[in-house]
């Protein structure tokens, strides 16, 4: 089993492999995003360091209201670290992570007021380049548009969601090949075939998981694992057992748009 579990992982890296880059999935790990948050307190920081004091204790009046400079600064601070601190390997911290973002609008206007000559205008620019980053992880933008939601699945979300496919097609497998047993319009080749493809989900799932637990690249096998998975739905539909198992089906897609969200697929 060890050994057919490795023979598809190469064979399913060295199908991707072919693939343009641009259509492969991408997400950051738990342990990156994280990282992204961090150097969001450290890239802002550098910015506040570089920031002339006059301008520090000054007061803006922008399109969100009127502040105190010093006091948003201090405000977005908080607002990182608490994002920071609830972040972990249940819980993803959209909400926090999107209430720094939207409070990170306050100063992009601030600092284009400012115009480029300002100084700590090149670190914000840094600064932003992570925000950007880290807004991609949750499906959003920086700067964030009217009412965007942030979501992220997490490391464990993706891990649960492959492997509740690989418990699903092999029970839908093994349901498959006994309705088509009972069916003798249907050739042995053609029901071994079929029943071959809806069980090649679960070990392009069962690779995925892996793969995830690790925490190495693993664009390409999810491309991989959702060609398997039309390649299975295509085979089971046009078998004589189509409407007998179809409903089994259906859990296994709920986990795959799970797969697809977690790698901002759509």
Known sequence: MLKTIRTLALLLVALAVAMPAGAQPTR??????????????????????????QLKNS???????????????????TAIDLANSRFNDTYSAGTEVGAFLKDAVRFQN???????????????????SVLGKLAVE??????????????????????DATRAIEQSSAQLASTLENALKKDKATPEA??????ADVKRVGEAAKVLEST???GKPASALVTSLF???????????ASGAASAVQGQWV???GKLATIAAAYHQK
Do not use: N
């Open 28 to 53: 950051l790990y738990d342990k990156e995003v994280k990282s992204l948050i961090e150097q969001s307190k450290q890239t802002f920081d550098h910015f506040w360091d570089a920031l002339d004091g």
């Open 251 to 253: 859990g296994i897609d």
């Open 212 to 214: 995830v637990k690790d």
């Open 59 to 77: 007061t803006f009046k922008g399109p969100s209201g009127e502040f105190v400079v010093k006091r948003i600064g201090e405000d977005y601070k």
């Open 227 to 237: 060609d398997q998975a039309k390649k299975g739905q295509a085979a089971l539909t």
């Open 110 to 128: 601030y600092v284009e007021k400012q115009g480029a000559s300002m100084k700590g205008a090149s670190e914000w620019q840094a600064h932003t």
């Open 190 to 195: 053609a029901r071994k075939a079929t029943v």
């Open 138 to 159: 949750y499906g959003a933008t920086f700067p964030p548009t009217e009412g965007q939601t942030l979501r992220r699945y997490s490391d464990k979300e993706v891990v």
